[in-house]
């Protein structure tokens, strides 16, 4: 196998109980992940792998550690964070059982299991800080570079029609009278209502 990220297991197939530990560095050869932040091709993933056998296969499992770039998705600049994720996986000796990853001529590829790993500690819409302001939706301009901004009043433009109307007075300057007067009934008898 060719794969960084293939391990020898003859010493353990078929051998129940046996176990051996790995400890590799890994240059990428493809990023892992497609989104605004991933583990960029060439970048340096430390595994610290376990390798059991068991009667079905052998268990590999272990921990991966890199570091992931890319940009914040709301003020676009360069950021970078830490990726550390577990993973466990049994790769089977028989293919006619229902496993996902099975043991190919005494290795076991391991690059699909970290990758899955690493792909789905990926955060989804990553952030330079956890309250970034993000960018001004006027301007452009990275918010929290301009420091203390007052907010525009923005307009719904529903409603822009509305605001050439100008109210025509208070209510009781609309009725002409107040409470407090009385009227005249409406026999015109001069009884009060």
Known sequence: MNSPYALRVRDLAHRPGEMREHSLDIEVP??????????????????????EGLHEGVLVSGHASAEAT????????DISEPVEVDFAELFAYD???DFD????????????????????????????????PGLDPVTGERLAD????????VLDPRWAALSGFQGA??????VGTDDSTSHQSPEGDGRTA
């Open 30 to 51: 493809d990023a892992m992940g497609a989104g605004v932040i991933a583990v960029r091709e060439g970048t340096t993933l430390h595994l610290d792998v376990k390798l």
């Open 70 to 77: 890319g940009e914040c998705s709301r003020c676009l600049i």
């Open 95 to 97: 293919v006619s059982e």
């Open 101 to 132: 990853f099975f043991v190919h001529d005494d290795h076991v590829d391991c690059e699909p299991v970290v990758r899955d790993a690493v792909v789905l500690s990926l955060p989804f819409q990553p952030v330079c800080r956890p309250d970034c």
């Open 146 to 153: 301009l420091g203390e901004v007052t907010p525009r009043e």
């Open 169 to 174: 007075g208070t209510d009781a300057e609309r």
